[in-house]
């Protein structure tokens, strides 16, 4: 069942020559109850597209609907969606209950009934005991959980949240992501969660829509995007990666230094193509393809080895390290590589 879904939205600011595509022809649906991730670098739309589902822009052309209906042009406050923003913008002369009830309470709503919704809210992001401190009384992660507590108090159908960890230090941030999570899963809201960070996207999302200049390149599970990326930019993009220039022979490619690399998902097309394989994937062997270690970098967990291929291509692989972290590398000296079954991806454009 689809939550939220725009349909071929184009965003465009400026006229003429000076004018941006913002949006350049975005199309996705958003399932009912699902964590979904626009990942992208900045500049690419993100902001745009949550700001055409929560209404404070209308797009160029194309729809944006909600469980069905169009409500491209529904004004903001008639929209069952709300945003979490970067910078909490909490009232500072409010206590923080004030700060969550604040909503509610402009809509009307019974004082009794705004401070029980309040009392629930602060409950589920764990800040009870907080609920008669001056917001500015809060740390940066305490003053993230009241903005959420806010946003949810309405109980909104979508809640966008526009990069709202990225001001929050590592370890925080990490125990942010967590609590997102759970406060998503408790709650069952559908969430969209913008973030330029491929790991945040990863660890947190049932799907990721992957952005880059105002269009959407790939959609899909976190696993499938990393594995399968579709195109040079997803494959860069989320993780590191090796590229290898290659010329397609039926199930397999060719590489240029004459090796044949099997495929297991072999296109139909022939030509030259560019294949991807994760460095996790490249293993050191008795034989296979030649290559020569050029350098490589210790990082306790695994080590990252710079290979060189006979026709120059360099291939970096990821070894776990042993107890010692001793090597066992020696720089120039010849080996073999290999890459892992169903590894190499074969890359559109
Ligand atoms: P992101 O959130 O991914 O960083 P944005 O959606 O904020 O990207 O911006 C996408 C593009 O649209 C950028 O080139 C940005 O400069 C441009 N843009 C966004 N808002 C406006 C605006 N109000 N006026 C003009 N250009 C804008
Ligand atoms: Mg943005």
Redesign the pocket.
């Known amino acids: 069942e689809i939550a939220i879904e725009a349909r071929n939205a184009v965003?465009a600011?400026?006229q003429g020559a000076a004018a941006?595509r913002?949006?350049d022809d975005v199309s996705v649906q958003i399932r009912k109850g699902e964590f979904f991730t626009l990942l992208?670098?900045?500049?690419?739309?993100?902001?745009?597209?949550?700001?055409l589902i929560a209404g404070f822009?209308s797009p160029t052309s194309g729809q944006i609907l909600l469980d069905g209906q169009d409500i491209t042009n529904l004004p903001p406050n008639r929209r069952p969606v709300n945003t979490v923003f970067q910078s909490y913008a909490l009232f500072p002369h409010l206590t923080v209950a004030q700060n969550v009830g604040f909503g509610l309470q402009m809509q009307g709503k019974p004082k009794a009934e705004v401070e029980e919704t309040a009392r629930r809210m602060l409950a589920l992001v764990r800040l009870e005991a907080m609920a008669d401190r001056k917001t500015s009384q809060l740390s940066g992660g305490q003053q993230q959980r009241v903005a959420l507590a806010r946003a949810l108090a309405p109980k909104p159908k979508v809640l966008l949240l526009?990069?709202p960890l990225s001001a929050l230090d590592l370890k925080l941030r990490k125990e942010m992501q967590v609590e997102l999570k759970r406060l998503q899963t408790e709650t069952g809201i559908t969430f969209v969660f913008?973030t330029?960070d491929q790991e945040e996207a990863l660890t947190m999302s049932d799907r990721i829509g992957v952005?880059s200049a105002?269009k959407i390149q790939q959609i899909g599970a976190p696993r499938d995007i990393y594995t399968r990326p579709v195109n040079r930019f997803v494959a860069s993009f989320i993780g590191e990666t090796n590229f290898l220039p290659a010329t397609l022979q039926g199930a397999a490619a060719r590489l240029g230094t004459g090796d044949l690399v099997e495929l297991t998902d072999p296109p139909t097309r022939s030509g030259t193509v560019t294949l991807t394989v994760r460095p996790e994937q490249v293993r050191l062997a008795e034989s296979g393809i030649a290559a020569t270690i050029a350098s490589w970098v210790y990082f306790g967990t695994d080590t990252h080895v710079h290979l060189a291929l006979r026709d120059g291509t360099e291939v970096v692989a990821r070894l776990q390290s042993n107890p010692s972290g001793e090597t066992g590398l020696t720089q120039g000296a010849e080996v073999h590589l290999r890459f892992a079954p169903g590894a190499v991806q074969v890359l559109g454009d």
Do not use: W
């Open positions: 965003k600011f400026g941006v913002a949006l992208g670098p900045s500049g690419c739309g993100k902001t745009t597209l949550l700001r822009e526009d990069e913008v330029h952005m105002g």
